[in-house]
């Protein structure tokens, strides 16, 4: 006669009914006298039925045909006139989200950074576009940012270096 | 949906690539009147900026800040400052498009126009305008984009 703590490890197989015929009547015989692996042996088949159904209930909710309407799509070979829609749909509408923000990305680094960088070259900061002046005047353009307008005023030589 | 998400992302690059509205905007102008002579040699510390340039491009042994203001102008406005000798300088802010400010200086001596330039300054660029004399030397006037 088993005792309880071999029963208990029994207890899956037996609810499997995969156990030897000899072991099946020995655990069978152990649990109808044996109250707390009677308990185990109730639970345990309670759990198994509740998994059971639990299982059952939510593939119920799945609804297989539309998943085989899918699969019976794929399964089927396409037609001339589908490969040549696809191709056309391919081409037209390439893109793929990811790649979209990607190409999005390049393009915004492209106008920010590079274009402004090579469409114009550097222009100066001071432009002098035009003069009037009743002095003679002279123009030069000094280091870093600053254009110099000099006015000669009347006996004046020029004081500056240029 | 794909071409209402591409034609959104295009509207927005063509907005960042936009310059800034600049309806009503206003433009920082500096001006310095500098009094470049002979007489000693100093050099105001408030001209430390434009020190370097000075020196290189004159050469005067003393340089002295007389006068200093800033104008805050929209398009159209004017700004006037009295100059030694009965002169005035006189700054109209023509337009400011792109972060570039074009500007007409005029010089008056006596209300009478003597000088008279059109220029476009960006910021952080100088514009020097020199030779009026003034007692033992001459007025160099510094005029600056400060930005909007």
Known sequence: ?????????????????????????????????????????????????????????GAADVPLSRIWEGVAERLDSPTIWERIVWAGKSIVFPFRPLKVLAGVAALVV????????????????????????????MIFQGEGEIMVVWLFEKGEGKEGKE | MKRLFFLGCLSMLLFLQCPPFALGAEVGIGVRVILASHQGETIDTRLQDIQANLGNLFNYSSYQLLQERSFLLTQGQSGQLPLAGNKDLLIKLLQEQGGTSELAVEILQSGKGIFKTTV?????????IGGPKHEEGVLILAISAQGS
Do not use: N, W
Request: glycine content about 2%.
């Open chain 1, 1 to 57: 006669m088993p005792d309880c703590s071999r029963v208990a490890s029994l207890l899956e197989l037996y609810v499997d009914e995969a156990l030897p015929q000899d072991e099946m009547a020995a655990v069978k015989k152990h649990v109808r006298r044996c109250r707390r692996c009677h308990k185990e042996l109730t639970e345990l088949t309670a759990l198994r039925k509740h998994l059971r159904e639990t299982v059952e209930t």
């Open chain 1, 110 to 137: 492209l106008f920010l950074f590079i274009v402004p960088l090579v469409k114009s070259p550097p222009t100066p900061r001071v432009v002098v576009e035009s003069v009037e002046s009743e002095h003679p005047i």
């Open chain 2, 120 to 128: 476009k300054l960006k910021k952080g660029g100088t514009l020097l």
